[in-house]
C-alpha cells in the first residue's frame, strides 16, 4: 500500500541553526501538507501545497518556514533559524485532489533544539 | 471557547466492549469531520470521514455527526487490544484545506 515517508525520523538541532525536513509523498498525490505538533499538544496546520504554490497557511508558518518540492517526488520544510519551541513533532500529508477528508500522513520527524 | 474540544482520556476499557470516543466543536461552518487512529510514535491514520450530518458504518466503526448540537462522535463495536491508541477527531471547513485537530483521546483495550 502506498504510503508517505518522511526522513529523518529524529533529528537534534542547536538553535539558530537551519534544519530541513523531507517527505515523499504518495507517487500519484497533488496536495501537501505539513503539520506539527508540539509533546502533549494538538496536531497543528503549517502549511498547505499545490502546484509548486503554497495554497494556504497559518499562522504559525511565518518568514522562518519555507517549503519546496525541488524535484518531482520530494517535498521539503526549511526552518531558517530554529528556535527552542520549535521542537516538535513533524507531519507531512498529502492527498489525491482537493479533499480535505483525504489526506494521508507520514511516521513524522521529531526535531529537538537544543 | 476552543475550536475542537476532545477529552485526552486515558480511556480504559476491556476487550470486547462497545466503545464512544467524542468531540464537541464551536465553528459553525465547519463541514468535513474525520476520525484519525495514532499508534505510539506513528502518524495518524485516517480511520473514517464523514461529510455533514450523519452517520457513517465502517466494519466494526460508526461516525455520528450532529452538526445542530456540534458534537461528533466514533463507535468501537467488539474493541481488541489492537485498537489501543490515540484517536483524533479534525473537521474542516468547505473550500478550505487546513485540518482543524482536537486534543486526542488516549484508548487502552485490556484482553
Given at each position: 500500500e502506498p504510503e508517505v515517508t518522511q526522513t529523518p525520523s529524529h533529528q537534534v538541532t542547536q538553535m539558530g541553526q537551519e534544519v530541513i525536513l523531507r517527505c515523499v509523498p504518495?507517487?500519484?498525490?497533488l496536495y501537501f501538507y505539513w503539520y506539527r505538533q508540539i509533546l502533549g499538544q494538538k496536531v497543528e496546520f503549517l502549511v498547505s501545497f499545490y502546484n509548486n504554490e503554497i495554497s494556504e497557511k497559518s499562522?504559525?508558518?511565518?518568514?522562518q518556514f519555507s517549503v519546496e518540492r525541488p524535484d518531482g517526488s520530494n517535498f521539503t520544510l526549511k526552518i531558517r533559524s530554529t528556535k527552542l519551541e520549535d521542537s516538535a513533532m513533524y507531519f507531512c500529508a498529502s492527498s489525491e485532489a482537493y479533499q480535505q477528508e483525504t489526506q494521508y500522513f507520514g511516521p513524522g520527524t521529531r526535531l529537538l533544539v537544543l | 471557547q476552543k475550536e475542537v474540544e476532545q477529552d485526552p482520556g486515558p480511556l480504559s476499557v476491556p476487550e470486547g466492549a462497545i466503545v464512544s470516543l467524542n468531540c464537541t466543536y464551536s465553528?459553525?461552518?465547519?463541514q468535513y469531520f474525520m476520525w484519525y487512529r495514532q499508534y505510539s510514535r506513528k502518524g495518524p491514520e485516517l480511520l473514517m470521514y464523514t461529510y455533514s450530518s450523519g452517520n457513517k458504518e465502517d466494519g466494526r466503526f460508526t461516525a455520528q455527526v450532529d452538526k445542530s448540537s456540534k458534537y461528533i462522535s466514533l463507535f468501537i463495536r467488539?474493541?481488541?487490544?489492537?485498537?489501543?491508541a490515540t484517536y483524533l477527531c479534525a473537521m474542516s471547513v468547505q473550500g478550505a484545506q487546513k485540518l482543524v485537530f482536537g486534543q486526542g483521546t488516549r484508548l487502552t483495550i485490556n484482553p
Open positions: 504518495i507517487s500519484n498525490h499562522e504559525i508558518f511565518d518568514d | 465553528n459553525s461552518a465547519f467488539d474493541s481488541q487490544p489492537s485498537d489501543s
